[in-house]
């Protein structure tokens, strides 16, 4: 069974940075995909980013190219989400999914769900 655990939310101030951290378990992720989502009060949840585990192809979502960046350490079975010049709009609880890579990336599609982390932002 597929575990997803997210971890490095917190309290940051608009303009400052912070990586949040997804440590995956419960099976070989070399054909999955890794997703990165967040939902904000009131709102949908949306597509931040993704990155195939095996083939390294990345995609984001329009508005944080250039301020978010995805990543994976392979040896850690851990991906990572990048935030830099923060802003309140970012405030949102940040979801780490995974799916067969066969779905696609930007979608809410993914099956599996990790419990989220809270990213707050303040002006």
């Known amino acids: 069974q597929v575990q997803l655990v997210e971890s490095g939310g917190g309290l940051v101030q608009a303009g400052g940075s912070l990586r949040l951290s997804c440590a995956a378990s419960?099976?070989?992720?070399?054909?999955?995909?890794m997703g990165w989502f967040r939902q904000a009060p009131g709102k949908e949840r949306e597509f931040v980013a993704a990155?195939?585990?095996?083939?390294?192809?990345?995609y984001y979502a329009d508005s944080e190219k250039g301020r978010f960046t995805i990543s994976k350490d392979n040896a850690k079975n851990t991906v990572y989400l990048q935030m830099n010049s923060l802003k309140p709009e970012d405030t949102a609880i940040y979801y780490c999914?995974?799916?067969?890579?066969?779905?696609?990336?930007?979608?809410?599609?993914?099956?599996?769900w990790g419990q989220g982390t809270q990213l707050t932002v303040s002006s």
């Open positions: 999914a995974a799916q067969n890579s066969r779905g696609k990336a930007t979608s809410n599609g993914y099956n599996n």
């Open positions: 419960g099976r070989t992720f070399s054909d999955y995909v």
């Open positions: 990155i195939s585990w095996s083939g390294g192809s990345i």
